[in-house]
């Protein structure tokens, strides 16, 4: 079942996730319409901020107790557009990350990613479930799942008037 936010809800859970380690993730994927292993696979490498695209080229997948990296679903990768909000968001993560690099010094693990902890590794999506349940949770929405923020994005885009066949394209599904 569908549960994606409405607007009173997308504020609240906004104001919600400030502070939260994952407010940037979570936003990009709220902005985006990205799935989780797609924002858990992305690597900088994919990701141009002085031109506003962003290819999703691969996801990471937990598969049999191991963080995987596969082809993005449909098997196709794909360019989105990213809104300048969104674009100042990645440089605030990109800043952020570079911080982190600097204190880690040695521990620090260039894995590339878009997100990571404070130590370069990927994310958990352990990790990631718990923060985003206790977000939901706190805004009254329990049964929102990570993936309803991509139905919240889709649903926000034809309401702000994009068409049909640009959202699809966005989201990577395979026909409108």
């Known amino acids: 079942e569908l549960h994606p936010l409405d607007e009173t809800q997308t504020k609240?859970?906004?104001k919600v996730i400030e502070g939260d380690p994952f407010q940037r993730l979570f936003l990009v994927a709220l902005f985006t319409g990205m799935r989780e292993g797609e924002i858990l696979g992305q690597r900088w490498?994919?990701?141009?901020?002085d031109t506003g695209y962003l290819t999703i080229c691969q996801q990471l997948q937990l598969?049999?107790?191991k963080y995987v990296v596969m082809a993005p679903k449909n098997g196709k990768?794909?360019?989105i557009s990213l809104p300048p909000y969104v674009v100042d968001i990645l440089k605030e993560q990109r800043k952020e990350?570079?911080?982190?690099?600097?204190k880690a010094g040695?521990?620090?693990e260039n894995s590339g990613y878009v997100f990571t902890n404070n130590t370069g590794q990927h994310i958990k999506r352990q990790t990631l479930y718990r923060?985003?349940?206790?977000?939901v949770e706190a805004i009254g929405a329990p049964s929102v799942r990570f993936h309803d923020l991509r139905?919240?994005?889709a649903v926000a885009a034809l309401r702000a008037g994009d068409d049909v066949k640009s959202v699809s394209e966005n989201l990577g599904h395979a026909s409108v």
């Open 63 to 65: 598969h049999e107790g």
């Open 97 to 102: 990350q570079a911080e982190n690099r600097l």
């Open 106 to 108: 040695s521990l620090w």
């Open 151 to 153: 139905h919240s994005y």
């Open 12 to 14: 609240a859970f906004m």
């Open 131 to 135: 923060h985003f349940k206790k977000a």
């Open 77 to 79: 990768p794909r360019t």
């Open 45 to 49: 490498d994919s990701v141009n901020l």
